[in-house]
């Protein structure tokens, strides 16, 4: 079998937790002619999808731009340059990603300190602020993906007293409100691949310069060391090599953002809003129970129970299977507690369309009847 013939010759509607449809002028954008990373016309274009993240992010801080990896290595980034050996580190942890970011913490010799909540609840932010009497890192996850719960970050930011606040914001940009400034944030790292419409590859990142007067000395990463990255991405004259920037994704997040930003930032949060509820409500009306309280429900990433009375011989994967095969729609499955009892629904960047929204829950009223 050739390789062209593997590859689906129709589109994919992506409703998992991620990647997301890129919207259709990314895809375009990785046609452009390659440049060289020091190319004047690149390093304009880098510095203009750094303008670009800014407005996405909100806020001002000098040092934003896209780093070389996916969320994971922003993730990364962001901890390796705030976590210094033995520092107690306050991690919350409700899902998958609040235990990646302590596993991280914990490998850079942190003094993680968790603070847990139940997988589908949100986190207590009194009692993230309250785990340890002078934290110099607290990290949370703002929209945890493995359990459609959105956490309250702007609570636990406005209470960190001396704390850097680290926030992923990985599956909440573009997607729901994000205020980098307002809400007091010192780090925050996002991937391309779920909200902004983008494929994976690029983890955005904003720095304050409160969290820059207090990078660790001695980083054990050269790669995400971010005081030698700026070096490279900073709108600056005489910008030294530090390592070749994936050009052809920036030249994709450049378009990803400009399709947002002409669409208005919160013209997108009340599409993924609109599409979430409507998913939501048709999930409902076909007898489903959703997982996370309403409270804390994200509309970009819905968690639902598999329901117990499935057609005989039919199990949770077969129904994703044959909504892969036979409508080409992917939906997620539970992960970590969850796994096998409930799937994951995505409607991020481009996908949140109301048609991909019925188109779905017509799907799933024929697999599953209802
Ligand atoms: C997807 C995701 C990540 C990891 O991103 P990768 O691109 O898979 O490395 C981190 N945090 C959250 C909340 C995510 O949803």
């Excluded at 991620?18 to 452009?32: D, K, Q, W």
């Excluded at 990603?97 to 932010?125: K, T, Y």
């Excluded at 309280?293 to 077969?318: I, K, M, N």
Aim: with cysteine.
């Amino acid at each position: 079998m050739s390789y062209l013939s593997r590859v689906p010759q129709t589109d994919r509607v992506l409703m998992g937790p991620g990647p997301s449809n890129p919207y259709p002028e990314v895809m375009a954008a990785f046609l452009r002619p390659m440049l060289g990373h020091l190319d004047p016309e690149f390093l304009a274009i880098l510095d203009e999808t750094s303008d670009r993240l800014r407005a996405v992010f909100q806020t001002q801080n000098r040092l934003t731009f896209p780093i070389s990896g996916t969320g994971s290595a922003g993730m990364e980034a962001a901890l390796a340059n705030t976590v210094d050996e033995g520092a107690p580190v306050v991690v919350g942890v409700n899902g998958m990603f609040g235990e990646r970011m302590s596993e991280i913490a914990r490998r850079l010799g942190g003094n993680v300190i968790q603070v847990a909540a139940p997988w589908g609840e949100p986190l207590d932010p009194d009692e993230v602020l309250r785990a340890h009497p002078s934290p110099s890192v607290i990290a949370v996850v703002h929209a945890e993906t493995s359990t459609g719960v959105r956490n309250d970050v702007e609570a636990i930011a406005r209470g960190k007293g001396d704390a850097l606040v680290v926030a992923d914001t990985v599956t909440s940009l573009a997607g729901i409100p994000v205020a980098i400034d307002d809400w007091d944030i010192d780090v925050s790292y996002s991937g391309t691949q779920k909200c902004l419409g983008v494929p994976p590859g690029l983890s955005p990142i904003t720095v304050s310069d409160r969290a820059r007067s207090r990078f660790v000395a001695d980083r054990s990463t050269w790669y995400l060391d971010l005081s030698l990255i700026s070096g490279y991405v900073e709108q600056r004259a005489g910008r030294a090599y530090h390592h070749t920037a994936p050009i052809s994704m920036v030249f994709a997040l450049h378009a990803g953002l400009g399709v947002i930003l002409e669409e208005g930032l919160e013209a997108s949060w009340r599409r993924h809003e609109e599409c979430g509820r409507q998913l939501q409500a048709g999930l409902e009306e076909l007898g489903l129970a959703l997982v996370a309280p309403a409270a804390c429900r994200l509309p970009q990433l819905t968690t639902v129970h598999v329901p117990r009375s499935l057609p005989a011989g039919v199990s949770e994967a077969d129904v994703r299977r044959t909504l892969l095969e036979r409508y080409g729609i992917e939906i997620g499955a539970g992960v970590g507690p969850m796994a096998g009892t409930v799937w994951r629904i995505g409607c991020m960047g481009h996908t949140a369309r109301p048609r991909n929204v019925e188109l779905l829950l017509g799907a799933l009223r024929e697999v599953i009847g209802g």
